[in-house]
């Protein structure tokens, strides 16, 4: 089956780094997404990885590793509009994206 | 980028009545959009998918005669849920890919839909 593994709750203080973990099974894979959902709205877009390494994107940066099934989602120098859920989504053979419940991160001042 | 607009944001209506949002590519033409449905504290679920000129794809478990799906041009579909039932209260948010296969989703601003 396909399945997608990550923390569903994760608190981190305003300044610091957090690292948000996806491990995942798929039937084919085709890349895989990162999204940020705030409460109550829609996700958007923070970045696509379909070959192993680390794509660098400002404060985000995302890593991924094939060959373990596995993810990260690093975000640096963390604000308190950060505090949301990351949602990670590797996309199958049918380059249709799985979904997971996320990881909501929370941030303190 | 990429722009995908979803009206209403919010409806409220009464059990037994038809309500039907629509989804808007702005800056793109979409052949494919898609539509999601996610209750509080869980995943996206995808609903189906609208396919420009055709019937829409339903994943398993989704009645397709609740949930009508049309997709008339290359800019917009639109979902309607007949006969709501408060079961039926979610938040419904439709997506479409500027692109490919690699081409991120973007997604709509969310329709949030309370039966009463």
């Known amino acids: 089956g396909q399945n997608i593994d990550q923390p569903t709750e994760m608190t981190a203080t305003e300044g610091a780094i957090v690292q948000i973990n996806c491990t995942y099974q798929t039937s084919g894979f085709n890349g895989l997404f990162w999204y940020q959902q705030h409460a109550g709205e829609a996700p958007t877009f923070l970045s696509y990885n379909v070959l192993d390494g680390l794509e660098e994107k400002g404060r985000f940066s995302s890593f991924l590793s094939r060959s373990k099934g596995y993810s990260y989602l690093l975000l640096k120098e963390l604000q308190m509009k950060d505090s949301a859920s990351y949602l990670c989504?590797?996309?199958?053979?049918?380059?249709?994206?799985?979904w997971g419940a996320g990881t909501k991160l929370i941030i303190k001042p | 980028g990429a722009v995908v607009s979803q009206h209403p944001s919010w409806v409220i209506c009464k059990s037994g009545t038809s309500v039907k949002i629509e989804c808007r590519s702005l800056?793109?033409?979409?052949?494919?959009m898609f539509w999601y449905r996610q209750f509080p504290k869980q995943s996206l679920m995808l609903m189906a998918t609208?396919?420009?000129?055709?019937?829409?794809?339903?994943e398993q478990g989704v009645e397709k005669d609740k949930f009508l799906i049309n997709h008339a041009s290359l800019t917009l579909s639109t979902l309607t849920v007949t006969s709501a039932h408060p079961e039926d209260s979610s938040f419904y948010i439709c997506?479409?890919?500027?692109?490919?296969?690699?081409?991120?989703?973007?997604f709509g601003n969310g329709t949030r839909l309370t039966v009463t």
């Open positions: 800056d793109f033409q979409a052949t494919t």
């Open positions: 609208s396919n420009e000129g055709s019937k829409a794809t339903y």
């Open positions: 997506s479409a890919r500027g692109g490919q296969g690699t081409s991120p989703l973007h």
């Open positions: 989504a590797p996309q199958d053979s049918n380059y249709q994206l799985i």
